[in-house]
């Protein structure tokens, strides 16, 4: 419990530094990739608080809504579409520091301002995933983040 209030009440760096540690323990006992998905996703919302955390699984050539913590959301989205598939597309971290200056920003909630996308990959680097993070606020994301998200996602 002391620990869940060092992380609330740090730096954004800071509460990285003692989320990741947390994260590889989850993900190193558990095997269920849609397990460690749905308990990264609430850690990772506890702990940041972010309008939408969540994942994003590719099934059969489209990404499928995957465990997630926060509002609704949408269902499935094609590769090259919106951020996260422009991140699946790419095979690379987005950062949007505006939603609506992304061409092709797909609104699944019009409360969402600023979203960071990072990519979850298989040992052959190929994207199996995406890491969906949405924030209520402009430009809520930035390296700090990218690199941090970047490290979780590897566990995966």
Not at 46 to 73: D, I, K, M
Not at 74 to 102: H, L, M, S, Y
């Amino acid at each position: 419990m002391a620990e869940h209030l060092e992380i609330a009440a740090g730096n954004k760096e800071e509460k990285y530094r003692l989320l990741y540690p947390q994260i590889q323990a989850l993900v190193e006992s558990e095997t269920d990739p849609i397990a460690n998905m749905a308990n990264v996703a609430a850690v990772i919302q506890e702990t940041f608080h972010f309008w939408w955390t969540g994942f994003y699984r590719v099934v059969e050539g489209v990404l499928v809504l995957g465990p997630f913590q926060g509002p609704l959301a949408c269902t499935r989205i094609r590769k090259g579409k919106g951020v996260c598939g422009t991140a699946w597309q790419e095979n690379r971290t987005q950062v949007v520091p505006d939603v609506d200056q992304f061409p092709g920003h797909i609104a699944c909630s019009s409360a969402s301002r600023s979203e960071i996308v990072v990519p979850v990959r298989n040992a052959d680097g190929e994207v199996k995933a995406v890491l969906d993070i949405d924030s209520a606020e402009l430009a809520t994301f930035d390296a700090t983040d990218a690199f941090w998200l970047e490290k979780i996602a590897a566990l995966m």
